[in-house]
């Protein structure tokens, strides 16, 4: 799925601003054609904080705004694209509906040329927040023996993860045009030989048009080259992308009928490669140490809303730190904060929404379809991002059950078929499989989420740091693969301090995060360690959950520092 651009050819207009919005509790509403009433609503951000008494609300909500198109657009195919939705959208343009979609986090659209006016266009979205077992991430769990849900780790709302369960449009909304005859789809994957990169592109357009043109440029090189379905760009002395320098080349797509240009499409390439080796992961061939965290999407009253400052900032405190990297912790991240990670030469491990998913018969299969659903929709969005350099197919299932293998083997079948280029991995918690994870037999590095020092031994670290030690190379013993610790931390109230340390405090944070990042760094084969989190975060309310916050982060949610983020910044900083 391309993402809209504007140029000579294509054309784009953001819907968002102040929408009308009512809540419909019992689910009865039937306002396809528009409603009266309501109350303003900001769009796109979640609904929860902005309207008194929704916090908790996440049924269903419907949405209303009206547009128009300049008279030149009528004609051209026109689509209305939805960057996320949480969690089930269905969408009327003028009282036809054109579409639904279930998911959120990922990106849809409809075609609306046929449906569309010069003015006074009406659209309305209906939005279920609903958490259910047969949905991903699922909530409202039944109790079940195989599921932790049925008993003391109720929380409310009923999710089964552990962050807020935002509800509505939660990214832009855009209204935009394409030619008759277009570019549909790109595909860009890189090799390096020798000094040469190697740009192999794969274009999908309109099955009458003529000729592509490809023009790639940057760092004194300009190529132009006319392409068949799959291309090859041969680019001598490539500046090749890295943390360290993100060279991005901008390659330029032009469909032509005889000399005729009729369509254009640019997206930045980066030339780099990604590859596991015995017990390493090699960028560009050479071994790489991932440094970095674990971040929500999350900020007060926008909750889950897309804030262009917030990604902003998140990325210059990650840089202050001397993290390289992060994983989209437990969802897609808004696909500007992909491309800013393409810029700014962050390493992402990107994971799908598939987060608290357990095995009980009971709404499995549609379990099973979604996670594909989406596994097909992530890769299709990112896949042409450099900094992108493995998929995460989830977090931390209830893999003690004998249908979790299989199911994830699928799962794991499908994203090497579609993107054979990146590693793939499935997010394993200690404290319900341990090293016995049965994706592990499979994925091609282990992603392990570990706690010692916290959820168990909490208060005594040293005790944490040697059950850790000997559980990664018991680990490593078995698979022979490289490991990323890809969530350790301490919940730490901003402000507390202990002398000595203890739990909550500061320094037990500060404490806790030198002694294990002190014990990876003596681990060859660990190639990763992502703290848990950046910053505090919003979640259910529960006994576990002070203040209904997750206080793992080393900033606060509204980003100042703790003692913590000044010692990761002397652990992780280079030499300048």
Not at 376 to 394: C, F, G, Q, Y
């Amino acid at each position: 799925m391309l993402y809209p651009q504007s140029n000579s050819y294509r054309q784009i207009q953001d819907l968002s601003g102040f929408w009308n919005f009512r809540i419909d509790p019992d689910a009865s509403g039937a306002w396809s054609a528009g409603f009266e009433g309501g109350q303003p609503i900001a769009v796109p951000a979640s609904w929860n904080d902005q309207l008194n008494d929704l916090r908790d609300y996440l049924g269903v909500g419907w949405y209303q705004t009206t547009f128009s198109v300049p008279a030149g657009w009528l004609g051209q195919p026109i689509f209305i694209r939805f960057g996320s939705v949480n969690y089930l959208a269905e969408v009327w343009l003028n009282g036809t509906q054109i579409g639904q979609h279930e998911g959120g986090h990922l990106p849809f659209a409809f075609e609306i040329s046929s449906h569309v006016q010069a003015e006074a266009n009406v659209l309305v979205v209906r939005v279920d927040g609903e958490l259910a077992p047969d949905r991903v991430p699922p909530g409202n769990i039944p109790p079940d023996p195989k599921s932790p849900f049925g008993g003391f780790l109720r929380n409310f709302p009923a999710n089964a993860f552990d962050f807020f369960p935002y509800c509505g449009i939660q990214r832009p909304v855009q209204v935009y045009t394409v030619p008759q005859k277009a570019i549909q789809d790109v595909t860009v994957t890189t090799d390096i030989e020798g000094t040469t990169g190697v740009v192999q592109v794969a274009v999908e357009h309109s099955a009458d048009a003529g000729q592509v043109r490809a023009t790639l440029k940057g760092f004194g090189t300009e190529l132009v080259q006319d392409l068949d379905d799959s291309s090859t760009l041969r680019v001598e002395n490539a500046a090749l992308w890295s943390p360290d320098q993100p060279n991005l080349y901008d390659l330029t797509l032009e469909l032509l009928v005889g000399d005729t240009i009729i369509d254009r499409y640019t997206l930045p390439v980066g030339i780099r490669t990604i590859q596991v080796a015995g017990d390493q992961l090699l960028l560009n061939g050479e071994p790489v140490q991932l440094t970095g965290f674990g971040r929500h999407e999350d900020f007060p009253v926008m909750g889950r809303g897309y804030v262009p400052a917030v990604m902003i900032k998140d990325f210059e405190l990650m840089r202050w730190v001397g993290a390289n990297s992060f994983r989209t912790t437990h969802y897609p991240y808004a696909e500007e904060m992909m491309a800013l990670a393409d810029r700014l030469g962050f390493l992402v491990i990107d994971e799908t929404q598939a987060v608290g998913l357990y095995f009980a018969e009971h709404g499995l299969e549609r379990r099973r379809e979604l996670c594909h659903q989406f596994t097909r929709e992530l890769i299709a969005r990112d896949k042409n991002h450099p900094s992108v350099i493995m998929w995460s197919l989830a977090n931390e299932p209830f893999n003690n059950d004998e249908k979790a293998g299989p199911f994830f083997r699928e799962l794991y079948d499908l994203a090497k078929a579609l993107d054979p280029t990146r590693p793939v991995t499935v997010v394993n918690v200690g404290m319900i499989n341990g090293p016995d994870e049965p994706t592990f037999e499979f994925v091609d590095v282990l992603c392990m989420n570990r706690y010692y020092g916290w959820y168990s031994q909490g208060g005594n670290i040293d005790d944490g740091i040697e059950v850790l030690e000997a559980e990664l190379d018991a680990t490593h013993a078995k698979f022979g693969k490289p490991i990323i610790l890809s969530e350790f931390g301490a919940d730490t109230l901003p402000g507390w301090h202990a002398e000595p340390s203890e739990m909550f405090s500061e320094e037990y944070q500060t404490e806790f995060l030198t002694k294990t990042i002190n014990l990876l760094n003596q681990k060859s084969y660990v190639v990763g360690q992502h703290v848990w989190n950046l910053c505090d975060f919003k979640t259910s309310q529960a006994v576990f959950r002070t203040a209904a916050m997750n206080f793992k982060g080393v900033f606060t949610r509204d980003r100042r520092p703790k003692m913590a983020a000044h010692r990761l910044r002397e652990l992780w900083r280079k030499e300048e």
